[in-house]
């Protein structure tokens, strides 16, 4: 049997560090979410302390009322953080309100009696089942943490279901004295199983708040593309990749021809438009497909791991052709779009992502200055000016 005093103390001593933890984080990012963390953890602790005091005072309205309704607080108080951490659309806590209203006046006349004890159970086996719903609704990097605190959850809705029963049993008229261990293993349990949701949310929100920040830090606020930070990121990731080790890899850099006149003639709206339109061709083009990115002004890179020079023509020109023959609008305009592309390519190992860049570079260059609207793979101008 645990030890009942130690597994309160520690979890007390616990709740209270998470609950600190959750609302200096608050103070730092002013995000409601993290204050009702914080305070679901203190109400915790304090419905312990409360329950507690009936080893020193003898007055069952703050040992067992007050202490009740703390303890019904904290997954109210989850709920409510979980539901604006989500940025869902509004919550309507009325119900939650009334639910809670409706207990806590229930509980006046019984909560002396086992049967206020068993209303709270009942009512805090409910919350924690809805709590258990609205994380596995939630998308979360950690999943597996994710699914651990679900566990938790489902795991304390069926405890509290099952202390509900046991405690109904001498209503029932059966001897209720064989339960007693069964109802202190249940305390216990309910205790570790809370601090061990408390311990496990900061996490999960943590990898959130980091893979949220990672997200941002490299990509292109304006194409929603990876930036060119990103780009370099993601492709030594997936060129270090062994299932890649030495196969062919090719990049295509294409660059929108005459960019500068859209500009200056339709205005820089127009332009942050086409750049959009054109980041949704290759979005459509190579969505699962390699990693693209915005890596300049109006040029863009897609690195294509296992893919031979002639392949990434073919997909560089199939681009070109969407972009030239589609229309592109704005504010009832057709503006005529058109775009040219490099193309390099080695064995995986024997040239870095920056000379294969390099290389198409060049190519897009001839590209542009042989007459724009086209694809070029190799480095003979000559051949170009007669093609």
Sequence with gaps: MLHLPTVISLSFILNVLIGLFFLSVHNFKKQTSFLLFGLACITF?????????????DVPFITH???????????????????????????????????????????????????????????ISGLYLYSAYIIKSMSFVATLQKKALVVCFLIHTLLMLT?????????????????LESLQFILSSHLILATCSALILPYLLASNTEHTLSSLANTDTLSQLLNRRGFFTKSREALSNPKNIDKNVSVILLDIDFFKRVNDQFGHETGDQAIKWISQHIKEQFLNVGISARIGGEE?????????????????????????????????????????????????????????????????YLAKETGRDKVVTFDEKSLLMQS
């Design 65 to 123: 009322y007050l202490a009740d309704i703390f303890i019904l607080l904290s997954p109210f108080l989850i709920i409510i953080g979980l539901h604006k951490y989500k940025h869902s659309k509004p919550l309507n806590l009325v119900p939650l309100y009334y639910l809670l209203g409706f207990t806590a006046l229930t509980l006046l006349p019984i909560y002396p009696y086992s049967a206020g004890q068993m209303l709270t159970s009942f009512v």
């Design 300 to 364: 863009f890179a897609i690195l294509l791991p296992d893919y031979s020079l002639s392949a990434a023509k073919n997909d560089a020109e199939q681009l070109r052709k969407n972009i030239s023959i589609q229309p592109f609008y704005h504010d009832g305009q057709h503006i005529s779009l058109s775009v040219s592309a490099g193309v390099s390519n080695a064995i995986n190992g024997e040239a870095t992502i920056k000379e294969l860049l390099a290389y198409a570079d060049k190519r897009l």
């Design 45 to 57: 602790a304090f419905a312990e302390l409360l329950a507690c005091l009936k080893l020193v005072i």
């Design 163 to 179: 202390q509900t029963t046991l405690l109904a049993i001498p209503y029932l008229g059966a001897n209720s004295a064989n339960y």
